[in-house]
């Protein structure tokens, strides 16, 4: 009985995964450079299909840009079982984690040799954005910005929006926290927090509104004397807010995932 215990907990990650994200989803990629330009958009769809015993996931995607059809980004890899975090197909080094709490990250432990980036996921129902974050490993400033705004196929389809990203000071809505928990990247174990509100004018951030109240708070150049937040909020109807909290509470060290659920006061 130990034993099936030590398993389940080992590949608990595993299964989450599968049963939130093993669908086929649709919807829009738009990339944008480090200062909000937006570079590219496309149609976009990732499937991931696991096999009938879970013992591997293929991930396909397939991006078809909108201004030029004829350019398309069409891959395919294979994940296989691993725990207690699911490795990323090409970079060993990044690990990715889902709370049960409807958030996501994939990242590594921030490097001053290498490209650091993080992709960040929020699910709402049917609904999953997610957003890749990179800086450029030259001089740690913020390089581009990737988001999906996806759909699951089975459902009814969403209408995105085509708006364009905007870098704004506006002031955004008195919010009040309800529940905040943190996901350990040491140990997988989640825990409940204090219902700190984030605040979301720091000092030296971007602050990025993007189509369909989704926002990102990040900042324009690593630091790695000091801790670092990425911040992805995403506010779902009209009075309820979700967000996640990427930390990086050392450069060397894998960040910790801290979720938020708000309601707008």
């Not at 570079?39 to 293929?58: L, V």
């Not at 891959?75 to 691993?82: A, P, R, V």
């Not at 990179?134 to 209408?159: A, C, G, P, W």
């Not at 955004?172 to 309800?178: L, Q």
Request: charge should be negative; glycine fraction near 2%.
């Amino acid at each position: 009985m130990t034993n099936q215990v030590n398993q389940d907990k080992l590949y608990q990650q595993w299964y989450r995964f599968i049963e939130e994200h093993g669908f086929r989803w649709e919807g829009i990629l738009t990339r944008y450079e480090g200062d909000g330009i937006l570079s590219e958009t496309f149609n976009s769809t990732r499937q991931f299909t696991p096999t009938d015993d879970a013992s591997s996931i293929e991930h396909y995607l397939c991006f078809i840009n909108q201004e030029d059809p004829s350019k398309i980004i069409e891959k395919k890899f294979i994940l296989e079982k691993c725990g207690p975090t699911i490795i990323h197909p090409i970079d060993p080094k990044a690990k990715i984690m889902f709370s049960s709490y409807g958030s996501g990250l994939m990242s590594r432990s921030l490097s001053k040799e290498e490209t650091n980036y993080a992709e960040i996921y929020l699910n709402v129902d049917n609904r999953r954005i997610s957003i890749v974050i990179s800086y450029d490993k030259d001089n740690y400033m913020l390089s581009r910005i990737s988001l999906f705004r996806e759909v699951k196929q089975s459902e009814n389809k969403l209408i995105w929006s085509q708006d364009k990203a905007t870098i704004t000071k506006r002031k955004y809505p008195d919010i009040k926290v309800i529940n905040t928990f943190l996901l350990s990247s040491d140990n997988l174990e989640e825990t409940i927090l204090n219902n700190d509100v984030v605040n979301w004018s720091q000092e030296n951030n971007l602050v990025l509104d993007f189509p369909d109240n989704i926002s990102l708070n990040v900042p324009k150049f690593l630091n790695f004397k000091q801790k670092e937040d990425l911040i992805l909020s995403w506010q779902y109807n009209s009075n309820q807010i979700k967000r996640a909290i990427v930390k990086f509470n050392d450069y060397n060290r894998s960040p910790d995932l801290i979720t938020q659920d708000c309601l707008i006061s």
